[in-house]
């Protein structure tokens, strides 16, 4: 039978971390539970000794992905899951994690519903980010940015390399996941209102939001963004020349500036196809 290894990354979430623990041991007696403490100034510590798990303290926040990253290297299960610390996920929604993982699926995740979601702004992103993977990978992703998944510990340590440090982790683990062609699989599952207020800064973190739509497409198959990128700027030239052409009867500058900026897109897509699969090559 798989170990398993239970991993939480906690900022300052002693209030959560209270009652979370004590369900979680309770759901999985058995298994092996690490809260990677990521610079708190709460009394974590002291919650993670009373509730008899490991804590693996950092002395300053270095992000959501960073404690990701420490605790899989830490955990000695053969298979993982991550859950957040701050009171959303039901531990009781392990035990289907793990059966759907069983059936021959190397990563299994948890996909909130519409209400689950926090806030209709970042409920509205996560659906333009799963319909946009979806389009990308030809496979249905129901919830690219939920951090409550149970992974193959062998394969999820393949890309620790590529995971960033910030909250983007989840995002990034699915393209990868996806392109090495290690099957996926989603549970449907509600989450709560978490405890304490959210690290998440709307103002600050709107651009690294933003920049997801772009890693989708980058850690999986540049070319098909850079490919219709570039095949519009080249219709856009082609229309404005039909314009000034029979208005004025000349090639304007800015037709030339749409063709030559459709090559360039082109190429760079084709460059970044070509680094993506450096990035994916393992030694045989």
Not at 159 to 188: D, I
Not at 202 to 215: A, S, T, W
Request: charged share 20%.
């Amino acid at each position: 039978m798989d170990r398993l290894s239970i991993i939480l990354p906690a900022k300052n979430e002693g209030a959560a971390l209270k009652d979370l623990l004590p369900r979680l041991r309770q759901a999985q007696p058995t298994a092996e539970i690490i809260v990677v403490n990521d610079g708190s100034t709460d009394d974590t510590r002291e919650i993670c000794a009373d509730a008899g798990v490991v804590c693996l303290s950092s002395p300053y926040s270095m992000g959501n992905g960073a404690a990701i990253k420490r605790g899989a290297r830490a955990a000695s299960g053969d298979v993982l899951v991550f859950m957040d610390g701050d009171g959303q996920h039901d531990p009781a929604d392990i035990a289907r994690l793990l059966e759907k993982l069983q059936q021959g699926y190397d990563m299994v995740v948890g996909a909130r519903d519409w209400g689950s979601q926090a806030g209709v702004g970042r409920g509205v992103a996560n659906t333009i980010y799963n319909w946009l993977a979806t389009r990308m990978t030809g496979h249905e992703v129901m919830d690219l940015t939920s951090g409550y998944r149970a992974v193959r510990a062998d394969k999820f340590r393949e890309f620790l390399h590529l995971l960033p440090n910030g909250f983007s982790y989840p995002t990034t683990s699915t393209m990868a996941f996806f392109r090495s062609a290690y099957p996926v699989a989603y549970v449907p599952i509600k989450a709560a209102q978490r405890v304490g207020k959210s690290h998440i800064r709307p103002l600050k973190d709107g651009v690294r939001f933003l920049l997801i739509i772009f890693k989708i497409a980058t850690l999986y198959s540049p070319l098909k963004l850079f490919a219709p990128t570039s095949a519009l700027f080249f219709l856009l030239g082609c229309l404005n020349y039909a314009r000034t052409f029979f208005i004025d009867g000349r090639l304007t500058n800015m037709s030339t500036l749409m063709w030559s900026a459709s090559v360039i897109i082109f190429l760079i897509g084709l460059v970044s196809e070509q680094i993506t699969s450096l990035i994916y090559r393992r030694d045989a």
